[in-house]
């Protein structure tokens, strides 16, 4: 079985995303826990052709009401299983961790964008 080696807490979400990649047809899903490293995505339209190591690049869309988000960033495949992929962030860092705090508050899941910067990270739900 898969021994979790993640250091990074992970927020559990439920983000509508597309995941492309210029060796295979974008695929559709949701993210189902995510990081500043890394996502895990659920897929919804099939399996994905890709092996660990493949690069992707993940699209993620936040539908409210009023409100359309729309956010991206590339990434790795480190794990495929029969329900999804586990993707390592390509930009980790200040860029990643801006696109998941974004994500995060645009789903309703943390304060506004941007607050936790001067702290050092993304403060993700407990």
Do not use: M, W
Request: some cysteine.
């Amino acid at each position: 079985s898969y021994a979790d080696k993640r250091r990074d807490r992970r927020a559990r979400v439920s983000v509508e995303v597309t995941l492309s990649s210029p060796h295979c047809v974008p695929r559709h899903g949701r993210v189902r826990n995510i990081s500043s490293r890394g996502a895990y995505v659920t897929l919804t339209d099939g399996a994905l052709t890709l092996g660990t190591g493949s690069a992707g690049t993940l699209r993620f869309h936040v539908r409210r009401p009023h409100l359309r988000c729309s956010r991206q960033i590339a990434g790795h495949i480190v794990r495929a299983d029969a329900a999804g992929v586990a993707l390592t962030f390509s930009e980790a860092g200040p860029v990643a961790a801006a696109v998941v705090e974004d994500l995060c508050f645009y789903a309703g899941l943390c304060g506004p964008p941007h607050a936790s910067r001067g702290g050092g990270g993304v403060h993700l739900p407990e």
